[in-house]
């Protein structure tokens, strides 16, 4: 036996007893002033006895107030087992690390307050008037694009032609864009033009909505631009794969593009020209970073920062000396998905398949009550991971319901419930048949990444064969992460489950990854009272909260009820950040923006 697989199971076996012990983690908050800072106190980030951290222990800003060089350098790294996709368009991109390497160069349109309401203090402004559903956008003076030309109204009326053209094959279509007066008309080829969209002048648009409500200045609105006079004589089917998206990509935030490793990295430089004022940086480089080499890449110095530390790394190296860790609740969660349909693209739904394999509540119930994400959350990640309930998550603190009564940890009530739906270990070999009496054989894809993919993978499925379910890897293995997504997206027939994450963004409507008609609705499943209460959610009764909440309190149940996937862990973001580094923070209140981000020493602080 090889020397990871003996690893391996010594791990499994520690997880699986410690799993009706483990609790959650505890606060150890100290009062210490910060300094010179002085805006908020230290706080510790030492595990308590049992070696389990809490987000609360963490600050959210870096403390570095020194003075910044005025030419300098960072370099930031985005962890990732794979290569960089190359899609760096905000309007084509489906993977996190492209999204990390467009956010350097290229920004939305408005920004946002900490309840990630647009405001006005972006590069555009917006009004509405007394119905709630005609908008019109202003976008400011002196706002351009890298080449020099003017981010322009007709820009980011183009981009709506682009993302609801037919040929559009991106994941950004979907009911926030259909909400658009005329969209699913020009989108079903049935017109060329889209009615609720008008260019008033050269900064400004007007879009009218058939529905009002709170999602459509939390991310109703798309804020992203398209440059009309780089992509305006492509063919859309073109666009993603075309220089202006691979190689030269353009945009109008505070550094372009200089070079691309295909794969591996991105160097930009300054925009002198930048709308906010100078960046503090002359230049920033981004680089993949391998989860394996991420501690060796910060105590050398190889990078000033990442994007996200891996938590199953972080009790080890918590007093790096060289860095800062920051921490805040991520706008993220983990699941595992069950494959109950497919989309039909020529119809622009999902096609939901009563006949699927996964197509029993009753199994995927069984499924939940099997494992203990609380042991996971402890186990493999510290408690930097922790049981995820509701699908509304923490993160939105105005919608979350911590009351909704969801499965957990209990392996007999799996069991009575397949024993009572009728799943039998009929020919004795310790796994369950169907109902109908037939092998049944769960085909569970995982991806890879970090040192726990590959264990909590194991878990799952050992934690489902305690209960009799003869769950087993697709292909045998964990798959890349770019060939993982292509699959789930395609609807391969190899797939019957899948442990996926989803990013929020900071709009808490679900209907993203949950209505009936959005492609990332990769459960492909919905029903009529789905379909209605995220309709409901967004309407215009529900910019008063407490309607929106009750709304959505009702939504939450009904995925408990009907289970298309069942969240696992909710996730703590945790950022090492070089002590060179100033003006970097997490904090959602915060002013600080991306281009104020400086170094004060000219090469980044190595550990001691």
């Known amino acids: 036996m090889r020397k990871t697989s003996k690893w391996l199971l010594a791990l499994m076996l520690v997880l699986l007893l410690a799993l009706a012990a483990c609790g959650g983690g505890s606060d150890n908050e100290s009062s210490e002033d910060k300094g010179d800072n002085g805006s908020e106190d230290n706080k510790s980030t030492e595990a308590n006895e049992d070696g389990i951290f809490h987000i609360d222990d963490f600050n959210m800003t870096a403390s570095n107030n020194g003075e910044e060089l005025e030419n300098g350098s960072l370099t930031y790294g985005i962890v990732s087992d794979t290569v960089l996709e190359g899609t760096f368009n905000f309007n084509f991109y ?19 307050d900490a309840s990630y309401t647009y405001t006005q203090d972006g590069a555009a402004t917006w009004e509405v008037d007394d119905t709630g559903k005609v908008y019109t956008l202003q976008i400011k003076d002196g706002v351009n694009w890298h080449d020099g030309e003017p981010v322009t109204a007709e820009d980011w009326e183009f981009v709506h032609y682009v993302i609801g053209h037919p040929d559009y094959d991106g994941i950004r279509y979907g009911s926030d864009f259909e909400n658009i007066e005329g969209m699913k008309e020009y989108h079903d080829g049935e017109t060329d033009t889209i009615s609720g969209i008008k260019v008033i002048d050269d900064k400004t648009l007007q879009i009218t909505f058939k529905e009002g409500g709170p999602s459509l200045i939390t991310g109703g609105i798309w804020p992203y631009a398209l440059p009309k006079h780089v992509f305006g004589d492509m063919d859309v089917k073109e666009m993603e794969e075309s220089d202006a998206v691979r190689k030269n990509p353009i945009g109008m935030g505070p550094y372009k593009v200089e070079s691309i490793v295909p794969g591996e990295s991105v160097v930009l430089k300054r925009n002198e020209d930048y709308w ?3 960046p503090a940086l002359e230049e920033v480089t981004v680089k993949v970073v391998s989860p394996s080499t991420v501690v060796q890449e910060l105590k050398t110095g190889g990078v000033d920062m990442v994007n996200s530390f891996p938590t199953d790394q972080f009790l080890d190296n918590a007093n790096m000396s060289n860095v800062e860790f920051l921490g805040s609740i991520d706008n993220a969660y983990t699941y595992i998905g069950f494959k109950l349909g497919k989309w039909d693209a020529e119809e622009g739904q999902v096609e939901v398949d009563p006949n699927a394999k996964m197509a029993d509540v009753n199994l995927r119930r069984a499924m939940w009550y099997a494992v203990d994400n609380n042991a996971v959350g402890d186990n493999f990640y510290n408690g930097l991971r922790w049981n995820a309930t509701s699908l509304i998550i923490p993160f939105f603190p105005e919608y979350h319901n911590p009351d909704i009564e969801t499965p957990t940890h209990d392996p007999d009530e799996a069991n009575r419930i397949l024993d009572e739906a009728g799943y039998e270990d009929v020919d004795g070999d310790g796994f369950r048949e169907t109902p109908d009496g037939e092998k049944l054989v769960i085909n569970f894809a995982s991806m890879s990444g970090g040192d726990t993919a ?9 934690s489902w064969g305690a209960v009799g379910l003869n769950v087993q890897l697709v292909d045998g293995r964990l798959l890349e992460f770019n060939s993982f997504y292509d699959r789930i997206k395609e609807d391969d027939p190899e797939i019957d489950i899948f442990q996926g994450a989803w990013g929020t963004g900071t709009d808490v409507n679900p209907a993203g990854i949950f209505a009936g008609n959005s492609n990332a609705n990769y459960p492909r499943w919905t029903n009529e009272e789905n379909d209605q209460l995220l309709a409901e959610g967004s309407s215009m009764k529900a910019m008063d909260t407490e309607y929106r909440k009750e709304v959505y309190d009702k939504w939450q149940q009904l995925m408990v009820d009907n289970i298309p996937l069942f969240p696992t862990l909710y996730r703590a973001k945790i950022v090492p950040v070089n002590n060179r580094v100033t003006n970097y923070t997490l904090d959602p209140e915060s002013d600080l923006q991306r281009y104020q981000i400086g170094v004060t020493e000219e090469k980044a602080e190595a550990a001691e």
Do not use: K
């Not at 492209?98 to 956010?103: F, M, N, R, T």
């Open 94 to 112: 489906s993977g996190n690390p492209d999204y990390e390497v467009i956010a350097w160069f290229d920004e939305p349109l408005f920004d946002s």
């Open 276 to 278: 906010r004022g100078t």
């Open 454 to 462: 590959e264990p909590l993978a194991q878990y799952y499925i050992q």
